[in-house]
C-alpha cells in the first residue's frame, strides 16, 4: 500500500503498522538518492552560483556542469556529500512518508472514505515539518561537499587554496562553535521548503495515483505509483524552487571569493533580487525537477513493494 491509499480502504486503527512503513521509507530514500545524486550535485552547484559584474559564471548550463565537475573531479566527484546523505535519507524518507500515512490514517473520516484535500493537505505538511529535525543537519552537511569543487575553484583562479573538507570535521567544527543549534543554520528555509513541498506533493500523488488501475485487494499497480510519483514530485519541486534557492544559500558557509553572504531569509531574497533579479530564484529548477521526479518516483515505487512487510512475513 502506497502513501496516501491508507485512508481509501477499509483498514482500521489496529492495521496500521508503524516499524514496516519506517524500514520500507529507508530503503526508499536509500535507493532514490543513489540513483539521482548526481543530478542533486549539479542543482546546488548551479544555486550557489553567482554571475558576476560582466555576466561571468563559471557554468552556463545543466550539462556544461555535469561536464566540468566530471573533468576536474572524476566519477566519484559526483558523489560529494553523498555518504552523509545516504547516512541521513533513511531516517529522513522514513520519517516524511509514514509520518503523512499515518496523519491520513488518524484524520480519516472513517472507513472507506476519501480524505478532504484540506486534511490531505493537513497531513502533507505535518509530515514535512516532522524530517525537519533530520532534513536541516542532512542538507547542511551535503550542501558542504556538494559546492566545496565550485568554491575550489573559484578560489583557484584567484591564486588561492583551500583545504580538503569532510563531513565529519564539517559537524564537529560546527558543535564545537555554536553547539547542536550550529548543525541547524538555515532551519527556518528549510522548513518553508519542505512543508510546503509536502502540501502539494501526497494530496497531488494520492489523487494521481487513485486515477490508475488496481489490483484485486484494491492497490495500486507499481508503474502507476511510480508514475504518480514522478509527475507530482516534479510539479511540487518546481513550484518551492524559490525556497531552494533561498535554503540553499543560507546553508552554504564556504563562499567563493566575491559571493554574499546572508542574515536569513529576508535578507537573501533582497539581496539576490538586487544583485540578480526574480530568475535566480528558479536557478537549478529544471535539476531540480529531474532530480525529484525519480527520487520520489522510485521511492513511492519502492514503499508501495512492501520490501519490510514481505521480510517480516507480513504479506
Same mark, same amino acid.
Given at each position: 500500500?502506497?502513501?496516501?491509499?491508507? /485512508?481509501?480502504?477499509?483498514? #482500521?486503527?489496529?492495521?496500521?503498522?508503524?516499524?514496516? +512503513? =519506517?524500514? /520500507?521509507?529507508?530503503?526508499?530514500?536509500?535507493?532514490?538518492?543513489?540513483?539521482?545524486?548526481?543530478?542533486?550535485?549539479?542543482?546546488?552547484?548551479?544555486?550557489?552560483? #553567482? =554571475?558576476?559584474?560582466? &555576466?561571468?559564471?563559471?557554468?552556463?548550463?545543466?550539462?556544461? @556542469?555535469?561536464?566540468?565537475?566530471?573533468?576536474?573531479?572524476?566519477?566519484? %566527484?559526483?558523489?560529494?556529500?553523498?555518504?552523509? /546523505? $545516504?547516512?541521513? $535519507?533513511?531516517?529522513?524518507?522514513? =520519517?516524511?512518508?509514514?509520518?503523512?500515512?499515518?496523519?491520513?490514517?488518524?484524520?480519516?473520516?472513517?472507513?472507506?472514505?476519501?480524505?478532504?484535500?484540506?486534511?490531505?493537505?493537513?497531513?502533507?505538511?505535518?509530515?514535512?515539518? @516532522?524530517?525537519?529535525?533530520?532534513?536541516?543537519?542532512?542538507?547542511?552537511?551535503?550542501?558542504?561537499?556538494?559546492?566545496? &569543487?565550485? #568554491?575550489?575553484?573559484?578560489? +583557484?583562479?584567484?591564486?588561492?587554496?583551500?583545504?580538503?573538507?569532510?563531513?565529519?570535521?564539517?559537524?564537529?567544527?560546527?558543535?564545537?562553535?555554536?553547539?547542536?543549534?550550529?548543525?541547524?543554520?538555515?532551519?527556518?528555509?528549510?522548513?518553508?521548503?519542505?512543508?510546503?513541498?509536502? #502540501?502539494?506533493?501526497?494530496?497531488?500523488?494520492?489523487?494521481?495515483?487513485?486515477? %490508475?488501475?488496481?489490483?484485486?485487494?484494491?492497490?495500486?499497480?507499481?508503474?502507476?505509483?511510480?508514475?504518480?510519483? @514522478?509527475?507530482?514530485?516534479?510539479?511540487?519541486?518546481?513550484?518551492?524552487?524559490?525556497?531552494?534557492?533561498?535554503?540553499?544559500?543560507?546553508?552554504?558557509? /564556504?563562499?567563493?571569493?566575491?559571493?554574499?553572504?546572508?542574515? %536569513?531569509?529576508?535578507?537573501?531574497?533582497?539581496?539576490?533580487?538586487?544583485?540578480?533579479?526574480?530568475?535566480?530564484?528558479?536557478?537549478?529548477?529544471? @535539476?531540480?525537477? $529531474?532530480?525529484?521526479?525519480?527520487?520520489?518516483?522510485?521511492?513511492?515505487?519502492?514503499?508501495?513493494?512492501?520490501?519490510?512487510?514481505?521480510?517480516? &512475513?507480513?504479506?
Amino acid at each position: 500500500m502506497t502513501s496516501g491509499q491508507v /485512508n481509501q480502504s477499509s483498514a #482500521v486503527p489496529q492495521q496500521f503498522k508503524l516499524l514496516p +512503513k =519506517i524500514i /520500507n521509507g529507508g530503503i526508499a530514500g536509500i535507493i532514490g538518492v543513489s540513483v539521482v545524486f548526481p543530478l542533486d550535485l549539479v542543482k546546488t552547484r548551479l544555486q550557489n552560483q #553567482v =554571475i558576476g559584474p560582466k &555576466g561571468e559564471k563559471m557554468y552556463s548550463s545543466m550539462f556544461d @556542469c555535469f561536464k566540468k565537475t566530471y573533468k576536474a573531479e572524476g566519477y566519484f %566527484g559526483m558523489y560529494k556529500g553523498s555518504g552523509v /546523505n $545516504i547516512l541521513l $535519507i533513511t531516517p529522513e524518507k522514513a =520519517i516524511k512518508l509514514t509520518a503523512n500515512d499515518m496523519f491520513r490514517h488518524y484524520l480519516s473520516t472513517g472507513p472507506g472514505e476519501p480524505l478532504p484535500l484540506v486534511r490531505e493537505m493537513l497531513a502533507g505538511g505535518s509530515a514535512g515539518a @516532522c524530517q525537519i529535525i533530520i532534513t536541516t543537519p542532512m542538507e547542511l552537511l551535503k550542501i558542504q561537499m556538494q559546492d566545496a &569543487g565550485r #568554491v575550489a575553484a573559484a578560489a +583557484k583562479s584567484e591564486g588561492k587554496t583551500l583545504p580538503k573538507i569532510s563531513a565529519w570535521s564539517l559537524a564537529t567544527d560546527l558543535f564545537k562553535k555554536r553547539g547542536i543549534l550550529g548543525l541547524y543554520q538555515g532551519t527556518g528555509a528549510t522548513a518553508l521548503r519542505d512543508v510546503t513541498f509536502s #502540501v502539494i506533493y501526497f494530496p497531488l500523488f494520492a489523487r494521481l495515483n487513485n486515477l %490508475g488501475p488496481k489490483r484485486e485487494d484494491g492497490s495500486s499497480v507499481f508503474w502507476c505509483s511510480f508514475l504518480a510519483g @514522478c509527475v507530482a514530485g516534479s510539479s511540487a519541486a518546481l513550484f518551492v524552487n524559490p525556497f531552494d534557492v533561498i535554503k540553499t544559500r543560507l546553508q552554504a558557509i /564556504n563562499k567563493a571569493p566575491g559571493e554574499p553572504t546572508y542574515n %536569513g531569509v529576508l535578507d537573501c531574497i533582497g539581496k539576490t533580487l538586487k544583485n540578480e533579479g526574480p530568475t535566480a530564484f528558479f536557478k537549478g529548477g529544471a @535539476c531540480r525537477m $529531474i532530480v525529484i521526479a525519480p527520487l520520489f518516483g522510485i521511492a513511492q515505487t519502492v514503499y508501495y513493494l512492501g520490501v519490510a512487510e514481505y521480510l517480516m &512475513g507480513l504479506k
